[in-house]
């Protein structure tokens, strides 16, 4: 594992935890660090750091993030994700949106207002060292990245995603689902 980038990468993560706090914005980890996260431990090398946002905080977010080093990194379409590199380093932030009902959706791109799990935000913090953000709920990352595939099925499955998907549900099974 390089930890030297893992030492980074956690940096990057309390660093964008207190701008946003500052400035009064919700971000939830997710993915690789969100399972990280609420297992307590540093279980692999990451390729980069994704969050959740929501699509109005958008732009008080990057407002920020700029003066800190971050730069925009153009992908996908701006109301979907925003990418920023810093130290060499990706954080990708996918935006999100409420429906008419109060479901939490996809808020632009090509899915924009088809839903994201149930209770995907409901999990509370995780902690991994000295360092507390929200996560994505584990029972969410798991339908995640099982559905990713299905849902895009440009998105191939990967080992890894197979590999956390086991981790996170060990880790429920022997918590007996109260850490959720």
């Given at each position: 594992?390089d930890?030297?980038?893992?030492?980074?990468?956690?940096?990057?993560?309390a660093?964008?935890?207190?701008?946003a706090?500052?400035?009064?914005?919700e971000?939830?980890?997710?993915?690789?660090?969100a399972?990280?996260?609420?297992?307590?431990?540093?279980?692999?090398?990451?390729?980069?750091?994704?969050w959740?946002?929501?699509?109005?905080?958008?732009g008080?977010?990057?407002?920020?993030?700029?003066?800190?080093?971050?730069?925009?990194v153009?992908?996908p379409?701006?109301?979907l994700?925003?990418d920023?590199?810093?130290?060499?380093?990706?954080?990708?932030?996918?935006?999100?949106?409420?429906?008419?009902?109060?479901?939490?959706v996809v808020?632009?791109?090509?899915?924009?207002?088809?839903?994201?799990?149930?209770?995907?935000?409901d999990?509370?913090?995780?902690?991994l060292g000295?360092?507390?953000?929200?996560?994505?709920s584990?029972?969410?990352?798991?339908?995640?990245?099982?559905?990713?595939p299905?849902?895009?099925p440009?998105?191939?499955?990967?080992?890894?995603?197979a590999?956390?998907?086991?981790?996170?549900e060990?880790?429920?099974q022997t918590r007996?689902?109260?850490?959720?």
């Amino acid at each position: 594992m390089d930890t030297e980038r893992a030492d980074r990468q956690l940096r990057l993560i309390a660093e964008t935890v207190q701008v946003a706090g500052a400035h009064q914005i919700e971000v939830w980890l997710r993915g690789g660090w969100a399972m990280d996260f609420f297992l307590g431990e540093i279980t692999r090398d990451h390729e980069d750091i994704d969050w959740f946002a929501w699509t109005d905080d958008a732009g008080a977010l990057a407002e920020g993030l700029l003066p800190r080093g971050y730069q925009p990194v153009p992908g996908p379409p701006p109301d979907l994700q925003l990418d920023f590199a810093k130290d060499g380093l990706d954080s990708s932030f996918t935006l999100l949106d409420r429906d008419t009902g109060g479901r939490v959706v996809v808020a632009g791109g090509p899915w924009a207002g088809a839903p994201w799990p149930e209770g995907m935000l409901d999990a509370g913090p995780g902690r991994l060292g000295g360092v507390r953000c929200a996560i994505v709920s584990p029972r969410a990352q798991i339908e995640i990245k099982r559905m990713m595939p299905i849902w895009d099925p440009s998105r191939r499955r990967r080992t890894k995603d197979a590999e956390d998907i086991a981790r996170l549900e060990a880790a429920l099974q022997t918590r007996g689902n109260r850490s959720e």
